[in-house]
């Protein structure tokens, strides 16, 4: 007996305890337990498919398999070249129709290169596979798919208004930003609702809807070389260690505690003479212990919830950097990264939404996580006060990012289910439903 047919085995011995659902949403949920064995003959090809973000061959061949299913439901798709941002590109599905605009979310690459040697779909169990993107977010996609095959099944389809975008390079995005990230900006563009399918937490019974942003920072010191013999006196200062050093602690003292606010220095190099490779994030530095040390380089990153959490923390470092020792001078410069996607009441909204249709399906309530264990994520760069944003919907698992990611599969079937009737109520009813309490974990 193969682990696929255990594994529906498995899925149909514990029918859900489903709610109030009508004829049609009862129809998808049949739908996706039918099409289970061929959603996940789907995930294994996939997977096995290397697409490293650096792999641009294997990210387009991925997108090539991904673009074949939604020409199949009707979607015109399109590949949108990378070579402007040095990446392979992205995936745009669109069905254009009446009702509510909604933007669904996914990407293509993985963070593991064809130098990695995780490369292959391995079934632990009749209800666990272990892969590359098997849940980062390869998974993902796949719960997307179904849910909008089911749709299709039952006619519904035909009639909705969805666009969707699979970044091929979410895992090392391309720069400029402005240009990697301009197709997602302009699919978001009329969409009222956007739905993100990375894995969040790895747990069903949350999902995000804020997101921390990432700023990358370097720091340069300068101090006055002398006989090591001379420091702290008026003419020589204290030279760039120990300036750095000083920014750095103030650095602590003044964030470190701030509530979804970290800053982390990842690399320090200091002496005489520095080399630093910030592509490589790798340095050589150069000095002796009776030299006043001239230079000093720190690189790190800063995470925040809010652009007004970010501009803060950016003028509290700006300012311990302007507050110099004696004969040094030093130099801050910020790389913005992935913006922040605040929690916002269109969110809590539409978590709302889903965590009614999750316990209408049988797989119970849904609340939110805490953002601080939520990475960055596409969704942010389309984050709008009055849009309706929720991300973490995607196969659950553990191990993401390691050679140990593992999907279980159980909820795949179960999370395309909730999808599915959240999609084609907010077809059918929009947002009139809400507000709704949203529910506390």
Not at 157 to 164: P, R
Not at 387 to 393: T, W
Not at 408 to 420: C, F, N, Q, V
Request: with cysteine; aromatic share 6%.
């Amino acid at each position: 007996m193969t682990p696929k047919l255990l594994l529906l085995l498995a899925l149909a011995g514990a029918p859900p305890q489903v709610g109030n659902l009508t004829a049609e949403e009862r129809a998808l949920m049949a739908f996706v337990d039918a099409d289970n064995d061929r959603a996940l003959a789907l995930l294994e090809r996939v997977v096995n498919i290397n697409s490293g973000t650096m792999n641009l061959p294997g990210v387009r061949e991925v997108g090539a398999a991904f673009r074949a299913e939604f020409d199949a439901l009707g979607f015109k798709t399109e590949w949108v070249d990378g070579a402007p941002f040095e990446r392979a590109g992205h995936l745009v599905a669109d069905h254009p129709g009446p009702g509510p605009r909604l933007l669904l979310i996914g990407h293509l690459d993985t963070v593991f290169e064809p130098d990695s040697p995780f490369q292959k779909f391995e079934c632990k169990s009749a209800t666990s596979a272990r892969g590359p993107g098997t849940t980062d977010m390869k998974g993902g996609d796949v719960v997307m798919l179904q849910a909008l095959r089911a749709l299709h099944s039952v006619g519904t389809l035909k009639f909705m208004n969805i666009v969707v975008v699979m970044t091929g390079d979410e895992e090392a995005a391309g720069r400029p930003l402005s240009a990697s990230r301009a197709a997602l900006v302009k699919a978001a563009q009329g969409a009222g609702v956007a739905i993100g399918f990375e894995d969040g937490d790895g747990d069903p019974s949350t999902a995000v809807i804020g997101r921390r942003g990432t700023t990358n920072w370097e720091l340069r010191v300068k101090g006055k070389p002398a006989h090591s013999s001379q420091i702290f006196n008026a003419e020589n200062g204290y030279g760039a260690v120990f300036e750095a050093a000083r920014i750095l602690n103030s650095f602590r003292e003044t964030l470190a505690g701030q509530l979804h606010l970290t800053f982390n220095p990842g690399v320090v190099v200091g002496g005489t003479s520095v080399d630093y490779d910030g592509p490589a994030s790798r340095g050589v530095g150069f000095g002796k212990s009776n030299v006043i040390a001239e230079h000093t380089v720190v690189t790190g990153d800063l995470r925040a919830l809010s652009p007004e959490q970010f501009a803060e923390a950016k003028k509290s470092m700006r300012d311990i950097v302007a507050a110099s020792l004696p004969r040094t001078s030093a130099t801050l410069t910020f790389d913005d990264g992935y913006p922040a996607l605040a929690p916002t009441p269109a969110n809590e909204r539409l978590l709302a939404l889903y965590s009614r249709a999750s316990a209408d399906v049988g797989a119970g309530p849904v609340a939110a996580v805490d953002p601080d264990r939520a990475g960055a994520a596409d969704v942010s760069f389309i984050a709008d006060p009055t849009r309706m944003i929720l991300d973490g919907v995607g196969l659950m698992g553990t191990g993401g990012h390691t050679v140990h990611e593992t999907a279980d599969l159980r909820t795949l079937p179960s999370m395309a289910k909730r999808i599915a009737v959240l999609l084609g109520r907010l077809h059918r009813d929009g947002t009139k439903q809400l507000p709704l309490p949203v529910p506390t974990k």
